[in-house]
């Protein structure tokens, strides 16, 4: 099958069917490029989606991504970002190896189209004007026969009248005789182009026309097979992401496998465990027997007429039960006394890691400038070693500040563990009552929670100032040079270590002398003898005072 033999008088058709193929392909690459564009576009959008989860840097949403479940959010926003990759190079394949290569392609197609064409016109025009050719002598040749017959009959005619002179005769026969040899001359001229041109037109139809169309027609198919391998290749650059787009999905499986729902269980026990033992059951407290009562905390309200009412410092009532107390609502305290032990001692190792990070930083911008100093030393032309020192300066004072303020947070630190001994009487028994709420024999520290070192869940009023009235009162107590008569009698219901400055150690069972009842902070004062004498928390004893004969009034 030859297109030079089949379409032999198809010059104008092939014509456009070539323009017809370019056309395709042009199409072809444009619909490639259209596909690059959305794969950008659904990359960038992927993206866009995977940053928009993406936990905030220095914020509690990064402090959530601890769990595993969150985790497993984290690493499919990370998967769906190398997801999106793969799809931005897809688009860049398609355009480094389909679109540039088509394009470039195209040129070279049409240029030799061009050209193909341009010497199928040549030929047209050559066989065209060699039947011109033939045309012209035809009618020469025509012509020339008829302008012999014309001078032969005249001949003829001249020679057979009587009345032309002889000279004219001749001159009528010479005439006829050149007439007749241009025919003949016209008719060898014409049988040599009539040749020439059957020789032209043989070799038109036969060479030429052949020639150029079987150039076209592979032209042609180049140009088919050209865009059935731009095909293919558009298959493959899609095919090769497969095993990296599977590996993001496996790794978004592989995440999913990770969540393990015991672990966030108990991170969310270390988010939250306050250190505080739960309260212990209420004892009944019969007012059908005449007494005085003394101030007591072991009720939700402490709305009755009998005791006090608010504490000693001036703070609202604390007569409810730990898990009803509300937080104070404030700002938080430089030492997190506002949280919970447990969370307290988090939050300041926090602060305390923090610190040391922000020393070693500065100690290594030291070390730094140092250096820069001693090249000074040695190569003044670099720089004056002098410039530094202010800086340096600077740096050092920096250190010394992080330091004075990591040595603090180390110091409140190692009270909430109870590393250190505490600063001041009322430290010292707010240390033992903290030691008090979590022994495990305690059947109820409702009163004593509230009451706790760190002043956690108070309503309107910070531990410092607690800290500070009471410190007051404390030291006012022990001031006094006269000791306190007995106003009533106790007996131990639980052994308490008394290890700190204030207090006295008593063991289960022992009986002592109350010499002032508990005034609402969570701690009776007693005496063993004239030289033994403190406090305990008040859960841990029952009083009886004597003012009350008739009853007792039982701390628990």
């Keep these: 099958m030859s297109w030079g033999i089949e379409l032999w008088d198809q010059f104008d058709n092939l014509e456009k069917h070539t323009q017809w193929g370019i056309d395709i392909l042009e199409k072809y690459i444009k619909f490639v490029k259209e596909r690059t564009e959305i794969e950008l576009s659904y990359a960038k959008q992927l993206r866009n989606l995977s940053k928009k989860y993406q936990p905030k840097k220095n914020s509690k949403e990064e402090e959530e991504y601890r769990y595993t479940a969150c985790q497993a959010f984290l690493a499919t926003l990370n998967e769906m970002n190398d997801y999106a990759g793969q799809h931005e190079l897809i688009s860049e394949n398609m355009t480094s190896q389909i679109i540039v290569e088509l394009v470039r392609y195209v040129q070279e197609l049409k240029q030799e189209r061009k050209s193909h064409f341009h010497d199928g016109r040549k030929a047209q025009q050559h066989i065209e004007m060699c039947w011109k050719q033939l045309e012209s002598s035809k009618r020469r040749f025509e012509r020339d026969c008829k302008e012999a017959d014309r001078a032969q009959q005249y001949f003829e005619k001249m020679d057979a009248d009587i009345n032309v002179t002889k000279a004219d005769v001749e001159k009528a026969r010479q005439q006829a005789q050149t007439r007749h040899q241009m025919a003949e001359d016209s008719k060898t001229d014409y049988s040599s182009i009539l040749q020439k041109f059957n020789h032209e037109q043989h070799e038109y139809y036969h060479t030429h026309v052949p020639n150029i169309f079987q150039k076209i027609q592979e032209m042609e198919e180049r140009r088919i097979v050209r865009i059935g391998e731009s095909v293919k290749t ?112 988090k939050k300041l190792q926090q602060k305390v890691d923090e610190l040391n990070k922000e020393i070693q930083k ?39 500040k992080l330091r004075l303020e990591t040595q603090k947070f180390e110091a409140w630190l190692a009270e909430v563990e109870g590393r250190l001994p505490a600063r001041s009487d009322q430290a010292r028994r707010q240390s033992g009552m903290y030691e008090a709420q979590n022994a495990p024999s305690v059947n109820n520290c409702a009163q004593d929670r509230e009451s706790s070192p760190d002043g956690s869940y108070t309503e309107e009023q910070s531990q410092e100032s607690e800290v500070k009235v009471l410190a007051t009162d404390f030291d006012d107590e022990f001031d006094d040079e006269e000791p306190l008569p007995a106003i009533g009698t106790c007996k131990a219901l639980y052994t308490f270590e008394g290890q700190n400055e204030g207090t006295i150690s008593v063991v289960e069972g022992e009986t002592l002398y109350v010499i002032e009842e508990d005034k609402g902070d969570g701690w009776t004062r007693i005496r063993r003898n004239e030289d033994e004498e403190g406090y305990v928390p008040t859960s841990y004893v029952e009083v009886y005072l004597d003012k009350n004969a008739k009853g007792a009034k039982t701390y628990i």
């Design 234 to 345: 558009y298959a493959e650059l899609d095919r090769q992401v497969i095993p990296i787009i599977g590996k993001c999905l496996d790794g978004i499986v592989k995440a999913a496998e990770s969540i393990d729902p015991k672990n966030d269980s108990q991170l969310v026990v270390e988010a939250y465990k306050s250190g505080f033992e739960p309260p212990g059951d209420i004892e009944f407290e019969d007012y059908t027997q005449p007494m005085k009562r003394t101030v007591s905390d072991n009720s939700l309200s402490n709305s009755r007429g009998e005791g006090k009412s608010e504490l000693k410092f001036g703070g609202k009532s604390k007569g409810k039960l730990w898990p009803f107390i509300k937080k104070n609502k404030g700002a938080t305290p430089e030492d997190f006394s506002n949280l919970p032990p447990e969370q307290r001692r």
């Design 362 to 400: 500065e100690m290594d911008q030291r070390d730094a400038i140092t250096k820069m100093k001693d090249v000074y030393l040695k190569n003044p032309q670099m720089g004056d070693p002098t410039s530094l020192d202010h800086k340096l300066a600077e740096v050092s004072q920096n250190i010394d």
